[in-house]
């Protein structure tokens, strides 16, 4: 995959069926990737510290909030299966 260096702790979906992919800063990003020809194409994701902000990405990169500065009950570091639903990782 030309862009998979972009994306650590990448693990499949099975739930979704997509690649997601696990940075931690501060607090922490989920990314849902989908597989096309020889690169990894964003579609969702989740960004966790003291808010959550989930985000679906069109296929031209236009970004549109699903949930925008909402005060988070999470701990930062949580990684997620699912956006819409939120769905916590096992």
Known sequence: MKNSEDYPNMLYNKKLDCIDAFLVHGGSTTVFLKI??????????????DKINI?????????KYLVKDKKSTYDPHTRFTNFSPLEESN
């Open 55 to 63: 985000q679906l990405v069109d296929r031209n990169g236009k970004r």
């Open 36 to 49: 096309e020809k020889d690169s990894l194409r964003e579609f969702a994701s989740i960004n966790l510290d």
